[in-house]
């Protein structure tokens, strides 16, 4: 047996959003996913949408305490815009919003649990994409900034750790290119502007929040997925040095440096489909980097030469016009979600940030394993028993301890997600809590892994038993 001891003041935490648990009550306006599920339910699994999600609306206060019982010492969740504010060209805020986010933000730090925020997760106000074209825009990138602010200015006395995007990529590859998230467009122009416009806005977060200067730290959450070639050939080397550039360095690079890659600018100055970029916001976004980063990971990204050449005359743009997935023959995968297993690249991704990106602060902000239909698992006394998951999570936390061994500079480990949430189209397909949600009874029950988490989140001890796939 062997035993990995953490920090003793490591993050150990669950990561959901106010669109995915809160549900749609008071809420004044919609934001792009209610609008979507209004439009069209059949879109969402077993037509779940997001009204009531698991009602941390109306049961924060013993949601909270559940996460308390699992150990959690932070976690993240979202203020919506699209409740906090009643009028988004005045940018003034609703009261009732305020006083609910207010009393959360109390509830965590009575439990002794830390409040880290993101300001947009999927979420953004319907209004803004019918009046404004959303993301496609830099008058909507303003207005973020500015709901950035009132948020900073209501909470800053109390949240001390800020997030401007949750995964800004799949704002990018769902809402322009891949149609799995609203407005569901293809438009490769549409997203290289997208993707320039989300970076813009984070970074005018940022300088807002330098403004006030208040004593916390502001990142952001990337999903960052290694992109692994299928073999050493030139060519596929070559494909994952670009869906690398894509995937992971745009958003890395432009946050942490304050410089999109120049390799990805030329491909897309070539491609003619590079961003519309002012001069003044090119110097905001090189003086606004992050403080902390949040990475999400769930799978690695394998990928070979693409089908076809780059050079074919094609009418749109695609970035992944330059490599093709791979699917690994023998990969280990979770089968119901299929998603590949393949805990080792957090330690790349920590190497990674190690020795490209400075070695800055950063943290695990969501990892996890989604199962469906977790009834299959419950045992007499009515707990889910997950060990699937505690396994998950124990290789994972394994491969960031190595990095961390040798030198990395993670604070934290934060599992998607505390309870049972509700996930945009998937709604509740893939359950992938430490504490389980009937969503007929709205009943909260803590899973096998909610207990064990606590174990190793009160001692900082990971004990293994020779359990680890290298
Ligand atoms: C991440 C998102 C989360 C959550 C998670 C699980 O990409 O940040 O918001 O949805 O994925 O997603 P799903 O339930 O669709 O598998």
Same mark, same amino acid.
């Given at each position: 047996m062997e035993t990995l001891q953490f920090p003793e003041n490591f993050w150990w935490g669950a990561a959901t959003s106010g669109p995915q648990s809160e549900g749609n009550f008071k809420k004044q306006h919609q934001n792009v996913m209610d609008y979507w599920y209004a439009q069209a339910p059949e879109d969402f699994y077993n037509q +779940?949408?997001?009204? !009531?999600?698991?009602d941390f609306y109306h049961d924060f206060q013993t949601d909270i305490q559940l996460m308390k019982v699992c150990g959690l010492n932070t976690v993240r969740t979202s203020i919506q815009w699209s409740r906090l504010i009643d009028d988004f060209e005045k940018n003034t805020v609703n009261t009732e919003a305020a006083a609910f986010y207010s009393a959360v933000i109390d509830a965590f730090l009575a439990n002794g649990i830390e409040p880290f925020i993101t300001l947009h997760h999927f979420d953004l106000p319907a209004e803004l994409l019918h009046k404004y074209g959303g993301w496609e825009s830099k008058h909507v990138v303003d207005l973020f900034a500015g709901f950035a602010e009132r948020c900073f200015a209501l909470f800053g006395d109390r949240v001390k750790y800020w997030f !401007?995007?949750?995964?800004p990529l799949v704002v990018v590859e769902g809402g322009?290119?891949?149609?799995?998230?609203?407005?569901?467009k293809v438009n490769g122009r549409a997203a290289v502007q997208v993707a320039y416009n989300l970076q813009l806005a984070s970074s005018k977060a940022i300088a807002k929040y330098r403004q006030l200067k208040q004593d916390g730290q502001i990142g952001i959450i990337l999903n960052l997925t290694p992109a692994y070639p299928a073999s050493q050939a030139k060519a596929d080397i070559e494909a994952s040095e670009k869906a690398d550039l894509w995937y992971n360095r745009l958003f890395m690079d432009a946050s942490s440096k304050g410089e999109f890659p120049p390799a990805l600018v030329e491909l897309l100055e070539q491609e003619g489909v590079l961003w519309q970029a002012a001069k003044d916001e090119l110097t905001l976004i090189r003086e606004n980097t992050i403080d902390l980063l949040g990475v999400n990971f769930y799978h690695p990204n394998r990928v070979q030469r693409p *089908?076809?050449?780059? *050079?074919?005359?094609? +009418?749109d743009f695609r970035p992944d016009k330059y490599w093709q997935a791979y699917d690994m023959p023998m990969a280990r995968m979770n089968v119901d979600k299929g998603w590949e297993i393949y805990p080792r690249a957090v330690y790349d991704i920590a190497k990674d940030i190690q020795e490209n990106y400075g070695n800055l602060l950063w943290y695990i902000s969501e990892n996890g394993m989604g199962v469906s239909q977790e009834e299959r698992y419950l045992n007499a006394d009515g707990v889910i028993e997950d060990d699937y998951r505690i396994q998950f999570i124990k290789e994972h936390l394994y491969w960031l301890h190595k990095g961390m061994r040798e030198g990395s500079n993670c604070l934290g480990y934060h599992l998607w997600t505390p309870i049972d949430c509700w996930s945009w189209s998937n709604a509740y397909r893939n359950r992938y809590g430490l504490i389980a949600n009937n969503i007929h009874t709205q009943t909260k029950t803590v899973k096998k892994s909610g207990r064990w988490f606590k174990k190793v989140a009160a001692s900082g001890r990971l004990e293994l038993e020779n359990d680890i796939i290298e």
């Open positions: +779940v949408g997001p009204d !009531t999600a698991s !401007t995007h949750n995964e322009y290119l891949d149609q799995f998230h609203y407005p569901k *089908k076809f050449s780059p *050079k074919s005359l094609v +009418v």
